[in-house]
């Protein structure tokens, strides 16, 4: 397509260019035609680890991880689970301490 807008350019009574001049036009019009801008980096990647959606994906991995487990270890990890879970309360800004949901028997959590 460059090369006939080029071609269109000389008078037609004129024998047609050389390979090179055309070349060397074809070189000179693919330099001054700027690149296309390219989207900041925030818009081509989405910022997953600051997504809100990132606890629950986790919790789902988590879960297809345990119950993809054998027998014995899905139980321990299904009770190890339901131990780890903490909880906090935020007010103005302030989280209070973090405290189990269900108590550990042992205290290794």
């Given at each position: 397509?460059?090369?006939?807008l ?66 014995s ?5 299904e ?5 780890n879970?903490?909880y ?8 209070s ?13």
């Open positions: 397509m460059n090369i006939a080029l071609d269109s350019c000389t008078p037609s009574s004129s024998p047609p260019p050389s390979p090179s001049l055309v070349a060397r036009r074809l070189r000179l019009v693919l330099v001054l035609v700027p690149p296309p801008p390219t989207p900041p980096l925030s818009t081509v990647i989405p910022p997953l680890y600051f997504s809100p959606t990132s606890p629950r994906r986790q919790i789902i991995a988590s879960r297809a991880v345990r119950s993809a487990l054998v027998e270890e899905r139980v321990g990890a009770k190890r689970a339901a131990l879970v903490k906090q309360t935020w007010s103005n800004g302030v989280a301490e973090s405290q189990y949901i269900v108590k550990p028997k042992d205290g290794s959590a």
